[in-house]
């Protein structure tokens, strides 16, 4: 199957720093890729729609300039959590789909712990 | 707005045992659902799919059953082995490939 990575696992920042987390389609062209947030026992929300080489689309609710998401390859998505704070430690889950029947398929996730 | 909704937060089987996860969504104009597993700290894993042109979908160990007179949709386990404890999710996709999901069902095995 197709195989998502995302980079870092975990990563613990201080408050007012910003954090980049990259998404990547190892085997395969990714057109579009998601962004989720998922807190604690809770399911998870989609943040945003990327597609290669657009702007992304950003969810009711979602601060896009506090979310920052590049889509600049087939390969390639990164979320930058600007000026972090600690209500912004969650689960981030980024999900890839290529071709149809445009299955996402979701990398592993990456815990933002902000300090 | 739509949402899809799960009825049963925990569940506690016995291994061996079947289980059987509960999802009810209210979109009525959705045509494809999804189940996915999510183990403690990982990504969710995708299970079965089905379409709204089918009642049932069968894969290893796991069947999916849609009724869409009720907006109802589930996910039985056949013979529930501790690897099979996690969360599971069931999603619906929307306009745009985009997914809905719904709140998880967490299932315990018991030894």
Known sequence: GAVVSQHPSRVICKSGTSVKIECRSLDFQATTMFWYRQFPKKSLMLMATSNEGSKATYEQGVEKDKFLINHASLTLSTLTVTSAHPEDSSFYICSASGVPPYEQYFGPGTRLTVT | ?111
């Open chain 2, 1 to 111: 707005g739509e949402s899809v909704g799960l009825h049963l937060p925990t569940l506690s089987v016995q291994e061996g045992d079947n289980s059987i996860i509960n999802c009810a969504y209210s979109n009525s104009a959705s045509d494809y659902f999804i189940w996915y597993k999510q183990e403690s700290g990982k990504g969710p894993q995708f299970i079965i799919d089905i379409r709204s042109n089918m009642d049932k979908r069968q894969g290893q160990r796991v069947t999916v059953l849609l009724n869409k007179t009720v907006k109802h949709l589930s996910l039985q386990i056949a013979a529930t082995q501790p690897g099979d404890s996690a969360v599971y999710f069931c999603a619906e996709k929307a306009a745009g490939n985009k997914l809905t999901f719904g709140g998880g069902t967490r299932v315990l095995v018991k030894p």
